[in-house]
């Protein structure tokens, strides 16, 4: 049986717990491409606080990622250093 692809909500927060870690490159850089689709330009990707490796990760992608204007980790009220805001450059 095919796995088939799982649709998500593009409401500009991202939780990265559903996806293996060697899905996170391609799930970040879709989730973002349809963000700027909609013109959502700030999104929360949650990535979880665990050792810190999913959110290296998430920060070389969007360091390299020209569409990020920039990032930063979430305040302590949208999952502090468990997640990450992000602004996308306007179209």
Do not use: T
């Not at 559903?18 to 349809?34: D, G, R, S």
């Not at 810190?52 to 250093?81: C, D, M």
């Amino acid at each position: 049986m095919e796995d088939e692809p799982m649709e998500m909500p593009v409401d500009g927060v991202l939780d990265l717990h559903a996806f293996q870690p060697a899905e996170v490159k391609e799930v970040v850089l879709a989730y973002l491409e349809v963000c700027r689709e909609k013109d959502i330009r700030d999104v929360r990707i949650i990535h979880g606080k665990g050792m810190g490796v999913l959110r290296r990760q998430v920060f070389a992608l969007l360091e390299r990622h020209a569409e990020v204007e920039s990032y930063a980790p979430a305040p302590g009220n949208a999952g502090g250093w468990g997640a990450v805001i992000v602004r996308l450059r306007a179209q």
